[in-house]
């Protein structure tokens, strides 16, 4: 695992908006795994920048959404299909064929969660997965747990994933109770992994990540075994790295 630590977020919008521009541009039908959240961001607006300069094209790119909400329409605008549209999907030539999500809302999750490692699969791997961390140190939504997942799955949130995202849903009882994530097999099995991490709520989640032992009490720790998976991280982020 690699840490690299940078003074603004502007600074690793572009260190990671270039990784995917240059896998897009190196195999333009390469899987990206995209995660929502407030981190990646910067990162998504550098990419659109890009592509409204005509430096790339993501037509033939297919994408994988970590995560979805459960009971919520996917027109919501607390959607994570709402979020990707608005912050990159809308703002690219992306076809919308090639763009996949997990159904929150299936009949069969299990059902749900072997289409997903099927497409996943199908489409030759996820070349480079984002990720963000939770202050729990969650990744996707894989909450702090006895064991490591594999396939996606239908997971309770936890009550500090809830405080964190409670915001955006004008009030905690607004917001769904449950989520369908990749699981952290599903993650690990990506070529490469780039974690996005700003600010100083997340130093204690990424010092446990970093320099704690490998536990699903910790999900981004298992990135430690990772052939290549990089932290890009803020100073705040970093303030408790030892
Ligand atoms: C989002 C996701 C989550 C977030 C994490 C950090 O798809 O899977 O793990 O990455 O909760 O969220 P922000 O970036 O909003 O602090």
């Known amino acids: 695992m690699k840490v690299m630590i940078y003074k603004t977020a502007e600074e690793i919008a572009e260190a990671v908006g270039r990784i ?19 981190s990646p961001v910067p990162t ?25 909400y459960c009971d919520l329409p996917v027109e919501d605008i607390n959607s994570y299909h709402y979020f990707m549209n608005e912050n990159l999907f809308g703002k690219i030539d992306v076809n919308p064929e090639n763009i996949n999500f997990l159904d929150g809302n299936a009949e069969d999750y299990d059902k749900e969660s072997q289409r997903y490692a099927e497409a996943i699969k199908n489409a030759g791997g996820i070349k480079v997965q984002i990720l963000g961390i939770g202050t729990n140190g969650h990744i996707g939504f894989n909450e702090p747990a006895d064991e490591f997942t594999d396939e996606a799955f239908k997971v309770k949130l936890t009550q500090s994933t809830r405080d964190s995202n409670a915001k955006y849903f004008g009030g905690e009882e607004k917001m769904p109770k449950y989520a369908m994530t990749m699981g952290i097999g599903s993650i690990m099995r990506a070529k490469e992994i780039v974690l996005i991490a700003t600010g100083e709520a997340k130093a204690k989640a990424i010092a446990a990540a970093v320099n ?28 408790l790295l030892k």
């Open 20 to 38: 995917i521009i240059k896998r897009v541009a190196d195999e333009p039908t390469s899987a990206i795994g995209f995660a929502t959240g407030a």
């Open 44 to 68: 998504y607006e550098y990419i659109v920048n890009e592509f409204n300069k005509g430096n790339i094209s993501f037509k033939d790119m297919k994408t994988f959404n970590l995560d979805e």
């Open 212 to 239: 704690g032992e490998v536990t699903p009490q910790c999900p981004a720790s298992v990135l430690q075994n990772h052939p290549n998976a990089t932290l890009f991280i803020d100073e705040a982020a970093a303030s």
